[in-house]
């Protein structure tokens, strides 16, 4: 949920990156802290285990453009991706204004895309928002490695639904489209903001530019896990 | 907080005026009043030595995971939270549903004083943002193509 402070003249806004376990999320935000100008962020804020996994939360928060003499403050979170973490992921995802969410294009993750998007949508609808109401985009990340599904295949999985979603194709661990979808979804939020100005926020999420048609079932079948 | 919450120069200067009578009674050094999800409300006092947001952040964090805890021995949540270090130290306590406060306080005073004068100051910050104006909008107009059109964060070689 945004917060606007005429006093401090300074807006807030909140993205969560979410996903499966180990699809990248912590890398994206690690690569967004290391190349966006010191100037517009804080310090990264990591609660990992000793073995790096998330255990609660990572969070940077960065500034970006002034409107009409307010800085526009964006909160990036990550959520534990490892499914017994639902609890947290619950509490990460209150009060989020857009949503950057993460799959792994290899093949043997396929089950856990589809687990944790379904996940998403729960826990949104726990805080009675609607994924069709929120701003998000998705990344296909790992693009780089050698056993990953076609785009075609992981569209008809994850973004199929009648209003679908600005996907991008993500290798994070080198930063190729890292800041593309950020950009998206931050984009998506500001108009969401502007139209919100004295309406009940009942508007339909911008549409995105070149949004196709929905995706036929491509005849493609996932090979069982190894 | 279903609305948007927009707070007007009025109703920052208000809170402001509450938490600097909390800050002088409890002789702490700084107060912070955010909404559960980590978001800045308001803060005053000595803020030039940390970063309030980080601050925000993780106490949201650490409050809402201690709500498990207290449901575990029958509680709905744990209505306030002290963190002892050797020097600093930081308690925080529920506003409402919606809101919590965090006070940063060092060896001038006691977790006692701080806890005292934190309920009623709770109190009264309660009252305050019950009492703001529930509109549908924020009422901040502006032409989103002007921001929209061109990248809002850039990839910056290191």
């Known amino acids: 949920m945004s917060i606007i402070n005429y006093a401090s003249r300074e807006i807030q806004f909140k993205i969560v990156y979410y996903g499966p376990a180990l699809c990248g999320k912590t890398t994206n935000l690690a690569y967004i802290h290391e190349r966006v100008c010191p100037a517009n962020r804080g310090d990264l804020v990591s609660l990992a285990t000793a073995a790096d996994r998330t255990l609660f939360f990572d969070f940077l928060p960065l500034n970006a453009v002034v409107i009409k003499g307010f800085v526009t403050k964006f909160q990036l979170y990550t959520v534990p991706g490892q499914v017994i973490y639902n609890a947290t992921r619950q509490l990460v995802l209150r009060s989020v204004d857009g949503v950057v969410f993460?799959?792994?294009?290899?093949?043997?993750?396929?089950?856990?895309?589809?687990e944790s998007f379904r996940n998403l949508e729960e826990n949104l609808a726990q805080q009675n928002i609607s994924i069709d109401e929120i701003p998000y985009v998705l990344?296909?990340?790992?693009?780089?490695?050698?056993?990953?599904?076609?785009?075609?295949?992981?569209?008809?999985?994850?973004?199929?639904?009648?209003?679908?979603?600005?996907?991008?194709?993500?290798?994070?661990s080198t930063g190729q489209n890292v800041f593309a979808s950020l950009n998206a979804v931050s984009q998506m939020l500001l108009y969401k903001f502007s139209k919100q100005s004295n309406v009940t926020p009942t508007v339909a999420p911008p549409a995105v530019a070149g949004q196709p048609e929905p995706v036929a079932a491509p005849k493609i079948v996932v090979p069982a896990r190894v | 907080m279903n609305c948007i919450p927009a707070l007007?120069?009025?109703?920052?200067?208000?809170l402001d005026g509450i938490l600097g009578d909390f800050l002088k009674q409890a002789e702490a050094e700084l107060t912070v009043v955010i909404d559960r999800g980590g978001n800045v409300i308001s803060q005053f006092g000595d803020v030039s030595v940390m970063d309030v947001?980080?601050?925000?952040?993780?106490a949201a964090g650490s409050f809402a995971a201690t709500r498990e805890l207290a449901r575990r021995i029958g509680e709905v949540?744990?209505?306030?939270?002290?963190?002892?270090?050797?020097g600093s130290h930081i308690f925080m306590n529920s506003v409402d549903d919606d809101t919590i406060m965090i006070t940063v306080f060092g060896r001038r005073t006691t977790v006692g004083l701080v806890r005292f004068y934190s309920a009623?100051?709770?109190?009264?910050?309660?009252?305050?943002?019950?009492?703001?104006?529930?509109?549908?909008?924020?009422?901040?107009?502006?032409?989103?193509?002007?921001?929209?059109?061109?990248?809002?964060?850039?990839?910056?070689p290191v």
């Open chain 2, 53 to 58: 947001t980080i601050i925000a952040a993780l």
């Open chain 1, 139 to 172: 990344q296909y990340n790992k693009r780089d490695l050698g056993n990953i599904a076609p785009i075609n295949y992981l569209e008809f999985l994850l973004n199929n639904r009648r209003k679908r979603a600005q996907s991008f194709e993500v290798t994070s």
């Open chain 1, 102 to 114: 993460v799959a792994d294009s290899q093949w043997e993750k396929m089950e856990e895309n589809v």
């Open chain 2, 77 to 86: 949540e744990f209505n306030a939270l002290y963190h002892q270090g050797n």
């Open chain 2, 8 to 14: 007007t120069i009025e109703n920052v200067a208000s």
């Open chain 2, 120 to 156: 009623t100051t709770a109190a009264a910050v309660s009252e305050l943002l019950k009492s703001l104006p529930v509109t549908g909008g924020h009422g901040f107009t502006f032409d989103a193509a002007d921001v929209t059109s061109v990248p809002l964060f850039v990839d910056r």
